[in-house]
Each structure stands twice: as structure tokens, then as C-alpha cells.
């Protein structure tokens, strides 16, 4: 499989484009994003893929990166995410806001329902049987039944803050950031003690993205203000995510959270400072990260159960690149049925 992580990490090092004179204007434009995201998402279903093989066929570099990659490459999603909304609650307010509880909270909530609900198609299919309060909890993300559920409950929990906290302080950006970082951790103490870690570790990340949007024609202008002010930044950024991300490995309980949370902040930080001096260009890699992402992210594991106990995976690239191919169908599939189906009942515009 080392193979394929090199395949990887060479699409998206073919992406970069210098732009030295940058950072030009809308340097972090959804396309950019997508593109961050689709090459993250990559290595997600590749991460999960590798979860269903024996450790003897994965290879020295799979392994070290099994290893070693926690929550972190999920972590792009979560700033990016809160960067973007941010962005247009400054350009659109109220109005935007208002428009949470149908077009985010229950449109996301209803795309997870019906994928869940094709799950547990399969589980029977399969004659695997789970208990009613699971299915129950799983329809809310938070257990499974061979689906990927966590970030989804992540997610909708982000959103139910950002609601709640931009209705609380409508006229002061600042104000609601201080009343959503108070409901997340009330939520972070909670979750620390009723749900596995993964639930909690990189949740601030999504908060970090929001404060950089308030905060970025500022920040940027002094990083960007010569080469010196962007490698120390560079510098700086790179050494406090290591220090921080090897510090919360050998740390236990309340340090190994806070080294942690550094890290999942720090580490997409340096991506945004990548784009200030590159452009990314891959179409594939933005379809994967832009508005297939939900479908993608939530439907690839199907082909993976699918493909488990036969012996196809024997030969795993072939396996990989079978289920990749499947995963795309799928979710297109099911963006053009269910997906079209909800934006047209909630109204919501299509992401690209």
C-alpha cells in the first residue's frame, strides 16, 4: 500500500502552483479548499481501507502513517469549514444565520439519515443484526453499524452552536466566537467523560477557521508583509505543531488533550499559509473535497464491507482502486437522487 500513499501524495504535490506575489485575492476560494479537502479525504478512505487488511500488507510507510495520523487529517474539514462560514456570516449576517436550522442542520441530518439507512440495508443483507437503541443512536452519529458517524455528529453539533451563539450576539461577530467557544467546551467536558476521545480532540479546529476568517485581512497583511514575516510565521507554525503533536503522545489526560487541540489547530494553519504562496489546480481533487464530500466521506465504507472476505483482498491496490471507483459511483449516485431530492425540498443552492 505504500504505493498508493505515494500516488497520493504525488497528486497532490502536482496541484501546487507558485505564486510568489501572493497571496492573491480570494487566495482561500472554495476551490482551494476543495481541493485541501479532496486530497484529506483520499487519505481518509485510504486510512479505513487499510483498517480492514492484515498488518503484513501494508507496507512500512502505511504502517508508520497508521500510526502516527490520528484525527489530524480530519482537521482540514473542520477549520475550513468554519473559515468558510464565517466568511459569510460577515458578508451576509442575520440572513445567513437564519437559514441554519433547515439548510445545514436538517439538510446535513437528512443526507446522514438516508446513508445510514443504506447501511443498514446492507447490515440486513449481510444477516447482521443490531440492537434498536445502536440503530437508534447511530441515526445521530453517535455509534456505528459499519459507517463512519463521528464527524457527522461532529458537525451538526458545530452548527447547533453556531446558531445558537449568532443568535445570542447578531450585531457582534466577537461576542458570538466567545459564546461558541463557552458551548464547546461545556460540550468538550462532557464528551470527555460520556464518548470516545476522537468525538472531542479536533473539535477547536472548526472554531480556530472561524477566528481566522474575523481575523484574516489583519493577520495576513503582517505575515505577507516580507519573506522574512512569512517563513518565521512558516517556522514557527511548523515547529509548535510537531512540538505539540509529539508532546500530546507522550502526555496523558487533561495535557494530552491541550497538546492535542494545539496540534489539530496548528496543523491546518499550515496549509493556509501554503496557499498564501501556492495555487491549487486539480479538478478530481475538488470534486472529491467539494460537494461530492458528504456522500463520498459517509458511502465509502460499503464497498469496503463488501470486499472484505473476498479475494480480491489479496491484492490490495487492485482492492483500493476497485473501491475508490465504487465509492465515486455511489456517491454520485446518491447525490443525484437523495442529494437533489433535499436541496430542492430545503431550497438550498448546490455546492460545486
Known sequence: ???????????????????????????????TTATINGFFLLLVMFSHFNTYLPASSL????????????????????FFSGFGIMEQLQKRGTAYINTFPVKRILFVWAKFFFAVSLFLLLAFCLHQ?????????????????????????????????TYLAFKLAPKSHRNALFYLLAGLAIYIIIASLSLPSWYHETILSYFAGAVFSLNQSKWCSFIN?????????????LLLFLSSYLLS?????????????????????????????????????????GGAMFSLYILQRIPMMLLQKTSLMKTPIIAFILVL?????????????????????????SAR
Open 325 to 349: 471507483i465504487t465509492t465515486l459511483a455511489l456517491g454520485w449516485l446518491f447525490d443525484h437522487l437523495i442529494g437533489h431530492l433535499l436541496l430542492r425540498l430545503t431550497h438550498k443552492t
Open 1 to 31: 500500500m505504500d504505493i498508493v500513499l505515494a500516488i497520493l501524495l504525488l497528486l497532490f504535490i502536482s496541484s501546487l502552483r507558485l505564486n510568489l506575489a501572493g497571496p492573491s485575492a480570494g487566495y482561500l476560494n472554495r476551490d
Open 59 to 78: 507496507g512500512r510507510l502505511t504502517t508508520l502513517w497508521m500510526t502516527t495520523k490520528g484525527e489530524l487529517i480530519v482537521t482540514t474539514f473542520l
Open 129 to 161: 443484526s443490531y440492537s434498536f437503541p445502536r440503530i437508534l443512536l447511530t441515526y445521530f452519529g453517535l455509534t456505528t453499524i459499519g459507517n463512519s458517524g463521528w464527524y457527522i455528529f461532529a458537525i451538526l453539533l458545530l452548527y447547533c452552536l
Open 225 to 237: 508583509k516580507n519573506w522574512r514575516h512569512y517563513v518565521t510565521t512558516g517556522f514557527v507554525t
Open 249 to 289: 503522545a507522550l502526555s496523558k489526560g487533561l495535557l494530552h488533550y491541550a497538546f492535542y487541540q494545539v496540534a489539530a489547530i496548528s496543523f491546518p494553519f499550515l496549509f493556509v499559509l501554503l496557499t498564501m504562496k501556492m495555487a491549487l489546480k486539480n479538478r478530481f481533487l475538488k470534486y472529491v473535497g
